[in-house]
């Protein structure tokens, strides 16, 4: 198969790889469509001690299954491998257990690639005629989910009710502020610098994206999502956040500057963390991807497989205006 190889920090290479082996309970797919995530922009910059090199990339995957009780479908794949008898796994959290496995990381090879594997029971069907591009948006789309989600419920009112922010306008940013109005949110904020970006987000149907320098004021927001996790975005955030208001931190970017740990303390702001999705979230989104419920899905741009160093090169540069790059085989 052809796949897209990371063989150095910032160097990635178009070449013939082996054909994923066949493994018990396990489906190969021929993939359809993959997206950029954040992550692999973490890794190829060669700051990801966990995904050694050589190694293919790519989680955020859409595609055919071949082999096994599914064959034949098409389907949209959680990257997510859990074994079934991790005590997180029996409490409900799957996504927080330590003996977790993600497609890109050893001993997984990603789905940047003509073909992938992944367990049977990780496999959600989707329709004939919806686009491969589109269902690799389930991915990044569970993440922001399951963020808005465990953010309000630790939200001392409902959604409804609440005043929310959320900053930066990528994939996650963008999904999440969807995810808020499509759960009936009072007021959204998606709060992004990149004027290329705001509009992207307003073709997506996100009437109240506004530019960093129209961000609600100080102290207002019940719920503030940081899809950055940037020191300045964590610094907004602790800004934004009302007495007794929720930080969901859903940036990987290192380091804790910016967090205003007095303010947190005095308004008892609660900050939390968050990571990946449940099976049954990811499930969940696909069925809101498939019904049109988050809007028509156009804020992505698809790009051949072979042409990804390129794709990549172009995100570093900062040359790309859609919130999400999906690669095609």
């Known amino acids: ?147 808005v989600h465990h953010g309000a419920r630790l939200l001392h009112r409902p959604l409804p009710a609440a005043r929310c922010a959320v900053l930066g306008g990528g994939a996650i940013g963008l999904a999440a502020a969807l995810v808020l109005d499509q759960a009936g949110s009072g007021e959204v904020w998606l709060i992004e610098p990149n004027e290329a970006r705001r509009e992207t987000a307003r073709r997506a149907g996100i009437n109240l994206a506004r530019a960093s320098d129209e961000a609600p004021e100080d102290g207002s927001c019940d719920l503030v999502i940081d899809a950055v996790g940037a020191g300045t975005t964590r610094m907004v955030a602790c800004r934004l956040a009302r007495q007794g208001g929720v930080i969901v931190h859903a940036g990987l970017l290192p380091g804790t500057d910016g967090l205003d740990v007095r303010r947190l303390t005095l308004q008892e702001i609660t900050f939390t963390g968050t990571y990946c999705y449940t099976p049954d979230e990811f499930r969940t989104v696909v069925g809101l991807l498939v019904s049109g419920r988050l809007g028509a899905l156009d804020w992505l741009e698809a790009r051949p497989l072979a042409e990804g160093a390129r794709a990549v090169a172009d995100i570093d540069a900062g040359a790309v205006a859609a919130a999400k790059l999906v690669l095609i085989p």
């Open 1 to 147: 198969m052809k796949a897209l190889v990371q063989t150095a920090p910032n160097t990635l290479l178009y070449r013939d790889e082996p054909d994923p082996a066949h493994a018990p309970g396990e489906a190969i797919i021929r993939v359809e469509a993959v997206g950029i995530c954040g992550s692999d922009m973490h890794a190829i910059h060669g700051h990801d001690a966990r995904r050694p090199v050589p190694i293919i990339l790519g989680h955020e995957a859409a595609g055919r299954v071949l082999t096994g009780p599914l064959a034949g479908r098409r389907v949209a794949v959680n990257p997510l491998v859990v074994p079934a008898d991790c005590s997180f796994a029996r409490e409900g959290r799957p996504h927080l257990s330590p003996r977790r496995e993600i497609l890109s990381m050893p001993p997984r090879p990603g789905a940047f690639a003509e073909l992938a594997r992944a367990p049977e029971g990780n496999l959600v069907e989707i329709p004939e005629d919806m686009p491969a591009a589109k269902a690799a948006l389930a991915e990044p789309v569970a993440v922001s989910y399951h963020a």
